[in-house]
C-alpha cells in the first residue's frame, strides 16, 4: 500500500490535506470573521428601500469590477476617506471591496460628491462633468422626452451631449442608483 | 518510463472523437470569450462603443472571464486529460458517456451564464463566482461526471504506478470540487467571511485547478515529445505536495492591508514566497527534461509552444510572488498590474501549454499532421500579441500606482494609462487573430474517418 500504487489512498490523502487547509484558512476565519460588530452608528438599509435597490442595480451593472470600496490604512489612500475597518463591512452580503481602481474608490463617496446633479449628469454620460472619463454611460436609466411631465426630474445635460429638441428625464432606476452612491459615507471613528 | 512505447490507449475512435469535441467547444468559447476580451478592452479607450446595457463594460468584464477560465481553459484542460489518463493507464477511457454528458452540461451552463450575466443577473463583482448558484450547481455536476471517467481510467489502470501525469489530474478534480462548494455554500459568507472565501478561492482556483492540470499533461507531454523520460520522477512529486500546501494558503494576498485578520494575510505572504519551491521544482524538471534536446525543440512548434508555457509559469509564479509583498502592494494593488499579471499566467503560462499539448498530441490520435508553417503563425501572432498585452498593460499599472503615490487627481491616472490602454487593444487583437488561425488548424487536425484512422495508427 503506497500512494504511487494506491488510486484511493492517493485522493484520500490529497484532499484530506486541501480540505483541512481550507478549513484553517477560509471556512473557519471566514466563520469567526462574520461574528464582527458593526461599526456603531451605521444604518440598517431596508430591503425595499431606494438604497438597497440602488445597491442591487450597483451589483447588476458591475460597478465594482472597476470601483473599489476598501481603502487601505496609507497615505496613497489617505484623499479618499480612512482606512477600511471590519465593522464597515459587517452588514453587507456581499460586501464589495474589490480589487480593481479604474475608477476611484466609493467607500466614502456621498461624502466626496454629495450633489444629486453632479450625479445624475455623470450617469447619463460620465463625459459631461469629466471630460476624460472612461466609465460606461447608462442612458438606459433614463428617458428622452419631448416635454418633461410635471412631477419628472429633469437632469440638465448641455445640449451637444443629448439628442435636440430632447429633456433628459431620470428613471426611478436611476433615482436609486444615486441615493446609494450618496449613502456611502464612512462611519468616524476615533483614531 | 515505458510510456513513449505505450499502445495507443486513448486512440480509439471513440475517444478520439470525444476529446476532439471537447477542443472544439473550448475553441468555439475561446473565440467568445476572447471577442468579449476585445471589447472590454476597446471600451477603455473608447467608451461609447457599442453602447448597448448587454455590453456594459461591468457586465462584459465578467463574461469574459468566466467563459475562458470554463469555457476555454477549462474545457481544453479536461479535453487533454481524457487522453492522458487512458494513455498513461494503459487502457481505453472508462465511462466516456459520463464524459460527453459532463461536457454538454458544461456547455448549457455556459451559454445560461452567458445569457444571465449579460442581463446583469449575477452575484455581483465576487471574481470567477458571477455565476448564480443554480447554474454553478450543474457546473459541479457536470464536473463531478468527467471526473468519474478520469477515475474510472485511473483505477482500471493495466500497470500498477499511477503515472506522476494522473497525481496532478485526479487531485485537481478532487481539489476543484472542494473548492466550488466551499465558494458557493453560504453559511459563513457574511460581511468579512465573504472576503476571506472570495480571496481563497479565486487564488486556490488558478493554483489547484489550471496549474495542476496544466503540469500532469505536461508531465506526459513533454517527455513524449521529445522521446526521453522526465528527469526527475521526485521532483513532479515534491512539486505535487509543495503545490498542494503552499498554494492553498496564499490566498489572502490578494487583501493586504485589509480588514482579514492580519495573520492570514502574513500566512499568505509568507507562503507566497515558499511557493517558489513549486514553481522551480516543476518548471527547472521540465527545461531539465528538455536540455540536450534543442535539436527536436527548434524543428517543432508544439515543443516551443510547450516550453514558452513552462517560461510562462516560471515568470508569473515569481512575479507574484514579489507582487505579495507588502511595499509591492502599495504600488501595485488596484492597478493595471494584475490585470497583466493574470494575463500571463492564463495566457502566457496555461494557454500556450493547452496549445502545445494539442499541437504535439492531437495529430498523433487523429492522424491528420499539420505543417509547421501552420502552427508557426499561430504561435507567433499569440506570442508578439499576448506580448505586447501584458507589457503594455503592466505599463499601464504601474503608470497608474506611480501617479496615486505622487498624490495626482485620480482623473490622472486614467489619462497616464490610456496611451498603453490602446496598446493592450493592439495586443488583444492580435491575440483573436491568432485564435482563429488555431481555429483553422484545428479544424486540420480532425480526426479522419475511422477505417483511415486505425490503418493510420496500426502503422504507427
Given amino acids: 500500500m503506497s500512494l504511487e500504487t494506491n488510486h484511493k489512498l492517493l485522493i484520500a490523502t490529497s484532499s484530506t490535506v486541501f480540505f483541512i487547509l481550507t478549513l484553517t484558512v477560509a471556512i473557519l476565519p471566514a466563520f469567526e470573521a462574520q461574528k464582527t460588530e458593526p461599526l456603531p452608528g451605521i444604518e440598517v438599509v431596508e430591503p425595499d428601500s431606494l438604497i438597497a435597490k440602488g445597491r442591487a442595480l450597483y451589483l447588476k451593472e458591475g460597478c465594482g469590477t472597476c470601483h473599489t470600496q476598501f481603502l487601505r490604512d496609507l497615505p496613497v489612500d489617505a484623499p479618499y476617506g480612512r482606512g477600511s475597518l471590519a465593522g464597515d463591512y459587517a452588514l453587507e452580503s456581499p460586501p464589495l471591496l474589490g480589487t480593481q481602481r479604474t475608477g476611484p474608490d466609493l467607500s466614502n463617496v456621498g461624502v466626496r460628491q454629495p450633489s444629486d446633479v453632479w450625479n445624475l449628469i455623470h450617469l447619463y454620460n460620465p463625459r459631461v462633468v469629466v471630460a476624460s472619463s472612461v466609465m460606461p454611460a447608462y442612458p438606459w436609466y433614463f428617458e428622452e422626452k419631448i416635454e418633461a411631465a410635471e412631477n419628472d426630474v429633469v437632469v440638465s445635460v448641455p445640449d451637444r451631449y443629448k439628442p435636440p429638441g430632447t429633456v433628459i428625464v431620470a428613471t426611478p432606476d436611476a433615482l436609486s442608483l444615486v441615493a446609494y452612491l450618496q449613502s456611502l459615507k464612512q462611519i468616524e471613528v476615533a483614531p | 518510463m515505458n510510456d513513449t512505447l505505450a499502445p495507443p490507449a486513448g486512440s480509439e475512435p471513440e ?9 472544439c467547444w473550448a475553441s468555439f468559447w475561446l473565440i467568445v470569450g476572447t471577442m468579449y476580451g476585445l471589447l472590454a478592452a476597446i471600451k477603455l479607450y473608447w467608451p461609447e462603443a457599442v453602447e448597448y446595457s448587454v455590453f456594459s463594460f461591468g457586465r462584459i468584464r465578467p463574461i469574459h472571464t468566466t467563459i475562458v477560465f470554463f469555457g476555454w481553459s477549462s474545457m481544453a484542460l479536461m479535453g487533454l486529460t481524457l487522453f492522458v489518463v487512458a494513455r498513461t493507464s494503459k487502457i481505453p477511457l472508462q465511462a466516456p458517456k459520463a464524459a460527453w454528458i459532463g461536457l454538454q452540461l458544461w456547455n448549457v451552463c455556459l451559454l445560461m451564464g452567458l445569457i444571465t450575466l449579460s442581463l446583469g443577473i449575477s452575484n455581483g463583482p465576487q471574481e470567477y463566482r458571477e455565476v448564480i448558484a443554480p447554474i454553478a450547481t450543474f457546473y459541479a455536476v457536470g464536473l463531478i461526471l468527467i471526473f468519474y471517467s478520469c477515475y474510472q481510467t485511473v483505477a482500471k489502470r493495466a500497470i500498477p504506478e499511477i503515472y506522476i501525469s494522473n497525481w496532478y489530474i485526479l487531485g485537481a478534480f478532487s481539489w476543484m470540487t472542494i473548492l466550488s462548494i466551499t465558494a458557493y455554500l453560504p453559511f459563513y459568507q457574511d460581511g468579512m467571511g465573504n472576503v476571506i472565501i472570495q480571496g481563497y478561492y479565486m487564488h486556490v482556483g488558478v493554483g489547484l485547478w489550471f496549474t495542476p492540470l496544466v503540469l500532469g499533461i505536461t508531465y506526459y507531454a513533454l517527455p513524449r515529445l521529445l522521446g526521453k523520460p522526465i528527469y526527475s520522477y521526485a521532483l513532479g512529486v515534491l512539486g505535487f505536495w509543495t503545490n498542494l500546501l503552499f498554494y492553498t494558503l496564499i490566498g489572502a494576498h490578494h487583501y493586504i492591508f485589509s480588514p482579514v485578520p492580519w495573520w492570514l494575510q502574513t500566512t499568505a505572504i509568507l507562503f507566497s514566497v515558499g511557493m517558489m519551491v513549486p514553481v522551480w521544482s516543476g518548471s ?77 498530441l492531437l495529430p498523433r490520435i487523429t492522424g491528420n499532421e499539420l505543417s509547421e508553417g501552420a502552427i508557426g503563425l499561430h504561435f507567433w501572432l499569440a506570442f508578439v500579441g499576448g506580448s505586447v498585452y501584458v507589457i503594455s498593460i503592466s505599463a499601464a499599472g504601474i503608470l497608474q500606482g506611480a501617479s496615486w503615490v505622487a498624490g495626482e487627481s485620480f482623473i490622472a491616472s486614467v489619462d497616464a494609462a490610456k496611451p498603453m490602454w490602446l496598446w493592450r487593444s493592439i495586443g488583444g487583437l492580435m491575440m483573436v487573430a491568432s485564435h482563429i488561425v488555431f481555429i483553422v488548424n484545428l479544424w486540420n487536425m480532425r480526426p479522419k474517418r475511422d477505417a483511415d484512422l486505425l490503418a493510420k495508427v496500426v502503422a504507427v
Avoid: C, D, P
Avoid at chain 2, 16 to 23: C, D, G, S, T
Fill in chain 2, 15 to 23: 475517444s478520439v472523437k470525444l476529446i476532439y469535441h471537447f477542443l
Fill in chain 2, 284 to 360: 527547472g524538471n521540465f527545461f531539465l527534461t528538455a536540455r540536450g534536446s534543442w535539436h527536436k525543440v527548434r524543428r517543432s512548434y508544439a515543443i516551443i509552444f510547450l516550453l514558452t508555457g513552462i517560461w510562462g509559469y516560471a515568470l508569473v509564479s515569481t512575479q507574484g510572488t514579489i507582487e505579495a509583498f507588502r511595499s509591492a502592494n502599495i504600488y501595485w494593488h488596484f492597478t493595471n498590474f494584475t490585470v497583466g499579471h493574470s494575463h500571463l499566467a492564463m495566457y502566457g503560462f496555461i494557454s500556450f501549454a493547452i496549445w502545445g499539448a494539442i499541437y504535439g
